[in-house]
């Protein structure tokens, strides 16, 4: 079980498409970088599992090593 905390209170988030902060009222996205290079890595969907690869390493990442954090989305 990942939590998914909000960056600038930590309050939960809610998952409503994108992650929501209902004290902020800002929604964030998700994104991961990768533990060798701190590259944003692209996330790949396929069969309902999440991949994540990174282009400066031309490889897949196993998600339990990828460093996940939360961007604030503009709108
Ligand atoms: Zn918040
Ligand atoms: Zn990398």
Do not use: I
Not at 8 to 23: K, R, S
Not at 26 to 42: D, I, M, N, T, W
Not at 50 to 62: H, P, Q
């Amino acid at each position: 079980m990942s939590e998914n905390l909000c960056p600038q209170c930590q309050h939960e988030l809610e998952w409503q498409g994108d992650y929501h902060c209902q004290p902020c009222q800002q929604s964030f996205s998700k994104v991961g970088y990768c533990p060798e290079c701190q590259a944003r890595l692209e996330k790949l969907q396929a069969c309902g599992a999440a991949n994540y690869f990174c282009n400066s390493c031309n490889e897949l990442k196993s998600k339990s090593r990828v460093r996940f954090e939360f961007e604030k989305k503009s709108d």
